[in-house]
């Protein structure tokens, strides 16, 4: 990477971290995924770090940021400092999106949400299917692909909204192997389908890089050697082994945990007021209910 030096690692030393986006507070679901980090660190004589991806800075808000670490503390984890803000390392994503721009990867997306949404609609009344992300998200058109590169850098110039996205089939095109990873305590390998995913965004048009970058550019910056996160972040993985090895990064061993559903059996969003930490903890429920809770 060009603007942070990789860590010197000792390799014995397992690292784990845990990631929340501060722009809500934190739910049972924050809770099991802080805890598992924290059993394993221990478990594994490892080191546990905390990294607040705040990059949506539309969204994140420090207020947010210190109610995560009063909770985290509240629950009685420890974490190593500095705590790593993604907002302050924007240059290191740019840095990784350069190098996938001189492999002829990325290219401008103008389409909005709503233009995308026309198309598909227009396919399907024309009797064709629409391929979809496994988040339910349409496929990003691909003749877009192929806009005129003097146009596209005409309209960019004139500050029209775009984002810029990974054509998929040129990415798959550069691999030399299949892509796998090893995932659980039972080390399976899993192969991964990044194709699923179509021309994922890379760089967003409302805030600066985007998840899949910035969380496969600071797992290897921090030397990250096993992910344990939420299971509604698996299928994402086949991205993220996708940019380890375009990007010659490492990849970490994942685990994917069970997810806390609520009432309604669907997973728990940051508006979910009955399983908030802050909630419960103002109704008298101490960190070791939350932990019988959680069947920890
Ligand atoms: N920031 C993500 C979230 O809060 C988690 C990312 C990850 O663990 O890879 O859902």
Not at 108 to 133: C, M, T, Y
Not at 198 to 217: E, F, Q, T
Request: charged share 20%; aromatic share 6%; with cysteine.
């Amino acid at each position: 990477m060009a603007e942070e030096a990789m860590p010197d690692l000792d390799h014995h030393t397992p690292i784990f971290r845990f990631a929340p986006s501060p722009n809500g507070v934190l739910h049972l679901g924050h809770a099991l995924s802080a805890l598992l980090n924290a059993k394993c660190a221990k478990a594994t004589g490892g080191r546990l770090l905390l990294r607040m991806e705040d990059i949506d800075i539309g969204r994140c808000t420090p207020a947010f940021e210190r109610s995560i670490v009063d909770d985290l503390t509240w629950l009685g984890l420890t974490w190593e400092e500095p705590v790593r803000r993604q907002s302050e390392h924007i240059d290191a994503y740019r840095a990784a999106l350069d190098r996938l721009a001189a492999l002829g990867l990325i290219y401008p997306a103008f389409l909005s949400r709503g233009e995308i949404k026309a198309q598909v609609k227009r396919a399907s009344s024309n009797g064709q299917s629409w391929p979809h992300d496994p988040d339910g998200a349409p496929h990003y058109p691909m003749d877009e692909r192929c806009l005129d590169p003097l146009d596209a850098q005409r309209r960019i110039a004139q500050g029209e909204r775009h984002s810029l996205r990974l054509n998929m089939g040129k990415a798959l095109s550069l691999l030399n192997a299949p892509l796998n990873w090893t995932e659980g305590a039972d080390n399976a390998t899993i192969t991964a389908d990044p194709a699923a995913w179509g021309d994922v965004i890379l760089w967003r048009s409302d805030a600066p890089s985007s998840y899949h970058l910035s969380v496969v550019v600071d797992d290897a910056l921090q030397g990250v050697t096993h992910v344990v996160r939420g299971r509604d972040l698996y299928h994402a993985t086949s991205v993220h082994r996708l940019l380890q090895s375009l990007l010659g990064l490492p990849a970490p061993h994942y685990t994917h945990h069970r997810l806390i559903l609520g009432s309604d059996g669907r997973k728990l969003s940051k508006s979910e007021g009955a399983s908030g930490l802050g909630y419960l903890r103002a109704l008298g429920t101490s960190p070791a209910d939350i932990r019988v809770l959680l069947g920890l």
